[in-house]
Nanobody, 121 residues
Framework: QVQLVESGGGLVQTGGSLRLSCVAT????????MDWYRQAPGKQRELVAT???????NYADSVEGRFTISRDNAKNTVLLQMRKLSPEDTAVYFC???????????????WGQGTQVTVSS
């Protein structure tokens, strides 16, 4: 069973920092890209950052230079370090991957339960 469990969200003031963590189980973590998405109230879910199996990273324009995604394959963990936070970053943040749970299964998009990040002005 694929599980993605996020942690690290919370309330922070403008300009502050938070680090989100996602622990993954149930699939071969090291061979799949890992993503962070976010969804603000009344808005569509958007891709924030991606890290590939080869450690290539990509970021949304809105977070480029402020957020850093990383992974620790030994711990099946993907991190999102967020700096210089603003109220516009307020959202539920989701860890996600498009992966197969075993060698015979088809690839599916999996999501964590999300962690709330609130940035006060």
């Amino acid at each position: 069973q694929v599980q993605l469990v996020e942690s690290g969200g919370g309330l922070v003031q403008t300009g502050g920092s938070l680090r989100l963590s996602c622990v993954a189980t149930g699939f071969t973590f090291g061979i799949y890209d890992m993503d962070w998405y976010r969804q603000a109230p009344g808005k569509q879910r958007e891709l924030v950052a991606t890290i590939s199996r080869s450690l290539t990273t990509n970021y949304a324009d809105s977070v480029e230079g402020r957020f850093t995604i990383s992974r620790d394959n030994a711990k099946n963990t993907v991190l999102l370090q967020m700096r210089k936070l603003s109220p516009e970053d307020t959202a539920v943040y989701f860890c996600s991957t498009y992966a197969r749970k075993n060698v015979v299964a088809k690839c599916e998009r999996y999501w964590g339960q999300g962690t709330q990040v609130t940035v006060s002005s």
